[in-house]
C-alpha cells in the first residue's frame, strides 16, 4: 500500500536513480543485516553510479558501481563486524541482492496497455 512520488523536478528522484538506489539498497539490507548482529556502524554510506551508454539511439546503463564506505567502533565487536563487510558485500554481488542479479541478467520486460 505504499506511494512513491518519483520524476524530474526537486525532490524527485528519477526512474534510473531509482534503479540505483534499488541495487545499492539491496546490497545495504544485506549487508546491514550482517553486520549489525554484532555492532552498530558509525559510518553506513553507499554510492551507487553507472555509465549512460547509447546504442542505435536507446539509452541504458552500464558498468554499474557500488562503494561502500561501512566502519564500525574500534572495539571488540566493531572489529568482528567490520572484517564481515567484504565478506557480506561479495555475497550480495554473487547471490543475495536479487536487484543487482536482475539487471545482471537477460530479463524480459513487456508492456501492455490495459486500457485497450
Do not use: W
Amino acid at each position: 500500500g505504499a506511494t512513491l512520488d518519483f520524476g524530474v523536478g526537486e525532490g524527485l528522484l528519477t526512474p534510473v536513480e531509482l534503479l540505483l538506489a534499488a541495487i545499492a539498497g539491496c546490497s545495504s539490507v544485506d549487508v546491514d543485516a550482517g553486520t549489525s548482529r554484532r555492532s552498530t556502524p558509525e559510518v553506513f554510506e553507499v554510492l551507487a553510479s553507472a555509465l549512460k551508454q547509447t546504442e542505435d539511439g536507446a539509452v541504458r546503463l552500464d558498468d554499474v558501481e557500488v562503494d561502500f564506505d561501512v566502519r564500525f567502533p574500534e572495539d571488540e565487536q566493531g572489529a568482528k563486524a567490520q572484517k564481515m563487510v567484504d565478506r557480506l558485500i561479495q555475497l550480495s554481488e554473487q547471490k543475495d541482492c536479487t536487484v543487482s542479479r536482475t539487471v545482471e541478467h537477460p530479463t524480459n520486460v513487456s508492456f501492455y496497455n490495459l486500457a485497450d
